[in-house]
């Protein structure tokens, strides 16, 4: 499983002098970017397929407080691919310096074409490259359905 290891540092502190939020979100982001450069999915490739992932939700669940002083661990893994890799979901795990798991979270995405803003299937050597990932076990191939279970639409102020 891929895994990257964190300090938490003063400015991932929020008021009630635990992990913020938006930390557990930035730790999440570095270990998915991580994993991407590693495997052939950074820049470089983007940018030569004019491609760039969006994130339509992130659903986090806590499960007990975490404070400086101790390192944290956060996992990678596949819960979902489209067959033309458009839509991917990912689990992210998060573990105490006891490897206790202290919260979860699925984030599901897509792929944009960077000129057209447009939902893109990845090009075929990058989908191999990244449906070889480690999968969860409640992995599933994703529709475009999958993406809608949520379906919210925006409110407007009046």
Known sequence: MYTKEFDIRWSDIDANRHLAN???????SHTRMGFLMENGLGQREMLHYNIGPVVFYEH??????????????????LKGLSVDG???EFLHNFYDSHGKNFA?????GGW????ERKLTPLPKDLFDRLSHMEKTDDFKT???????????????LS
């Open 22 to 28: 938006s930390a557990y979100i930035n730790f999440m």
């Open 86 to 88: 458009m839509y991917f």
């Open 104 to 108: 979860t979270c699925e984030i599901m």
């Open 112 to 115: 944009i074409d960077m000129k």
């Open 60 to 77: 986090i669940h806590y499960f007990k407080e975490v404070f400086v002083g101790k390192p944290i661990t956060v996992s990678l893994q």
């Open 142 to 156: 994703l529709t475009k359905e999958d993406t809608r279970k949520f379906d919210k639409k925006p409110v407007h």
